[in-house]
Nanobody, 121 residues
Framework: QVQLVESGGGLVQAGGSLRLSCAAS????????MGWFRQAPGKQRELVAGITGGGSTNYIDSVKGRFTISRDNAKNTVYLQMNSLKPDDTAVYYC???????????????WGQGTQVTVSS
């Protein structure tokens, strides 16, 4: 089995910062892309940022210059540093990873349980 466990969410005032972490554990052969998604009430889940195994990153326009995604491959962990937070960033944040459990199995997508981020004005 594979698990993704997130931490670091919470309540912060506008302009503040939070750092989310997501650690993958279990039977893991390799991890390709890792990413952070978010879902606000009444809205669809959207990709916030992604990072490949080689470190290439992408972001949605609304977080560019404010959020930074990074990963520690030795720890199977992905991070999201969120600065200059805005009330519009309020959402449940989910991490996601494309993981091969063995050398022969095809990769599969796994999700964390979600962590609430609330930004007050």
């Amino acid at each position: 089995q594979v698990q993704l466990v997130e931490s670091g969410g919470g309540l912060v005032q506008a302009g503040g910062s939070l750092r989310l972490s997501c650690a993958a554990s279990g039977s893991i052969f390799s991890i390709n892309v890792m990413g952070w998604f978010r879902q606000a009430p009444g809205k669809q889940r959207e990709l916030v940022a992604g990072i490949t195994g080689g470190g290439s990153t992408n972001y949605i326009d609304s977080v560019k210059g404010r959020f930074t995604i990074s990963r520690d491959n030795a720890k199977n962990t992905v991070y999201l540093q969120m600065n200059s937070l805005k009330p519009d960033d309020t959402a449940v944040y989910y991490c996601n990873a494309e993981i091969k459990r063995t050398i022969v199995l095809p990769p599969a997508i796994y999700w964390g349980q979600g962590t609430q981020v609330t930004v007050s004005s």
